[in-house]
């Protein structure tokens, strides 16, 4: 089904939000992307990749979380993963998706010996990846949820990460996350995964509502 | 309106950026 859904991630990618308003920006994407890396590179625990969700409000006046900017990481170990490696059809269609987004970003046209490209495309790139092209409206998906509700959430272990009720928790778990976090705050949410299990931290808690206040 | 792809093409040079060195590095 994620093959379904992104076929067309490249014209996504242009075309999503385009009539989105934005709201009064305390910050700029290289502060946020700081931001992200510091908390990330600075953590004691391995998480994979953070997401800033940043909170706006269309024309009709209906609240949306869309990608504000993005921190990846990667696994620390490749090798301890256990999930099953993607089918070479969709390791195929993962990298033709990757060469269209290189030229994208290059103006270069997109060939199909590109080193890079002939990398495999890991499961935990690719759920960062199509998180590009996701929003969240009304309270809805993991991040909305912690964003309505203003309560944290924090799923440690696959079998929490399966209870919740969220496609998002659910889409991650099928890509090797093992922990998710949503951290609410005034005009967003910090989302954090991880291939491993871990546990609450109220030390990252702290750490996140630091670095992300952004009116300091 | 026109900042929201911009951010994401931005985040998307990064990541294509960085996965390039992990490429090369590995």
Known sequence: STTTHNNDLTKTLNNQQQQQHQPSMFFNQETLQQRLQTLIEGARESWTYAIFWQSSVDMSGVTILGWGDGYYKGEEDKLKRKTTPSSAIEQEHRKKVLRELNSLISGVPASSSDDQVDEEVTDTEWFFLVSMTQSFVNGGGLPGHAFYSSVPIWLPGNDRILSSPCDRAKQAQLFGLQTMVCIPLANGVVELGSTEVIFHSLDLMNKVRVLFNFSS | ?26
Not at chain 2, 1 to 26: T, Y
């Open chain 2, 1 to 26: 309106p026109a900042a929201v792809p911009q951010a994401r093409k931005a985040s998307l040079a990064r990541f294509l950026e960085k996965r390039k060195e992990r490429v090369m590095h590995a």
